[in-house]
């Protein structure tokens, strides 16, 4: 096949192995006219063209609007590959060391009590950085994780959350006193998190990479100052 | 290569040959690739079968089942549960074969179709516990496990010192669930060393 350039060229001879047959001459002579037609240095601007177009007609480069995040009530469950949730109250004390939680100069403790179901196929720890703990935060203080999870029938501290069986579990955090002072209900956060199989170096499975799923909005009411003694927990020992 | 020399017999039964032997060769790359151990295989525990009352021995672990139970209440002399679960309580007696520095009872899992439980931290049992070298542990491990998870009928247990079992000891048994009558409430044993 001759090279491109070579058409260019009123004068530019036959390619030699082209010669012998005229038929196939002609025939690669009218493909190339027919190429030349073709408006090759437009390519580039039609298909900025195109692109901008179909920008413009999926709302332009403008951010797109992030799907909202669903409010969830009290009691409703929330259910995820790892777990299924619901978040029932919030209680606030000046001490509560049932969860394994103590509180500082300055601080209170918050606890949520909350019913958890592992959905998972194995054992789920509720330590630090694990299932619940990683799954739940408080809206005014997002980055706290928090400082203990207990359960709300034996008082097990960081217990283990089997396949299939629901567990109603308070999980705590000491707070600065003054951040809900007078407070009538507390905003939660609901992360979801995605399973990683370790491979090469790494094995077993990891939850990680949390993503805001839900917001919840629950009663709080403060132990120490409401004369109501239905509102303790009660952790049993 | 000679052009003129005239085409032998040989190469005109070449196309015939060649297919044959690549064929040959995928179908022996396939079974290569079937019969290649996994990542999975490369690392897989060394399993011994346990049966009750006869003990059983793995790299660091020795253990014998007196007796398997299922209950739908468990408790201590400190501690109940009467949950709306099941419990397979487990009566055995283990200890450390080689050392028991860091003999730590790590591996107790019961595995239920696709679920795998790990035996309850809620009461005192040997679960976690550690282990020591030629001092048999008497004790008891208990399951919680939804109520409906006993229909499945075979659960298979697995005890090891390490919770991670790649390349170690795996001593297992086999329960039919179905097979064993459910108990209102048992009394987990206390663990007793050198019994």
Redesign the interface.
Known sequence: VAEPQDENRADAPLPRDAAPSATRVGRFDRLRKVGDRVPTRWFAAIGTGIFLAATAGFGGLADASADPIPQIEPNEKHTNSQLRLSVERAVIFDEFPETGVTAGPGERVLAVVVEVENVW???LPTTPGDSVSDAIRLDALPNDAPDGVA?Y??G?TS??L????PVTVVVAWAVPAETYAGAGEVELRIFDETAWTG?LVT??TTWGDARLAATVVVPLRDADTDTDTDTDPGVDE | VTPDAPPTPTVARRPVLTIAVASALVVVAWLVAFVTPTELDRSAPFVTTMSIGEPATGRNISATIDSVRLARAVHTDRWSADADTLWVVVDLAAEAVRDDVQAVFGGTTLRIGDRTYEASERPASLARGGLSAGIPANGVLAFEIPASAADAGIAQLDLSIEEDVRLDSVLRLDIDLTALDVEDDVELAPTEWGR
Do not use: H
């Open positions: 196929t194995e054992t359960r029938d034996d097990t217990p283990r089997q396949p299939g069986i491979q094995a077993g």
